[in-house]
Each structure stands twice: as C-alpha cells, then as structure tokens.
C-alpha cells in the first residue's frame, strides 16, 4: 500500500517526466510532425498549448526531484 511519504517522493519525477515527454515531442521535428498528422486538430493545438506549462514542469520536476534525493527524504520501501 503507498503511504504519503511514498507518493510525496514520487510526485516530482512524474512532475520531470511530464515536461521532459512534452518537451522532447515539441522539441523533435520528427516526432511534432508525427503528433501533428495521428492526432486531431484540437488535441495537437492543446499540446502545441502546452508547451510553456511542459518547460516550467520540466525545469520545477528536475529542481524538486534532486532537492528529493540530494536531502535524503526517499520513502520507505516497499509500497
């Protein structure tokens, strides 16, 4: 069972792995150009949209995850 101490360590790496997801796709013309042509028009434009919100969560995800590891504050395995 996950506790809240588990859930609070893992928060920031889905947090960088979000912005890094994102990130990357906008980033990569090969794959902007595949999301533009499976995806609809709404849903490209939402993503295209997120691109701010990808690099902030990129750049708060990485910070928060190290301060994470770096104080020690990893939980208690197993869940």
């Avoid at 990357?24 to 939402?46: R, W």
């Avoid at 701010?52 to 504050?73: D, E, F, M, P």
């Amino acid at each position: 069972m996950m506790n809240i101490h588990t859930l609070d360590f893992l928060f920031p790496f889905f947090v960088l792995g979000y912005g890094a997801l994102i990130t990357v796709v906008l980033n990569i013309p090969q794959l902007e150009k595949l999301a533009s042509e499976k995806f609809t028009q709404e849903m490209y434009g939402q993503l295209k949209a997120h691109r701010v919100l990808a690099l902030v969560c990129l750049c708060v995800g990485a910070v928060w995850s190290l301060q994470n590891i770096w104080a020690g504050s990893a939980p208690i395995f197993p869940f």
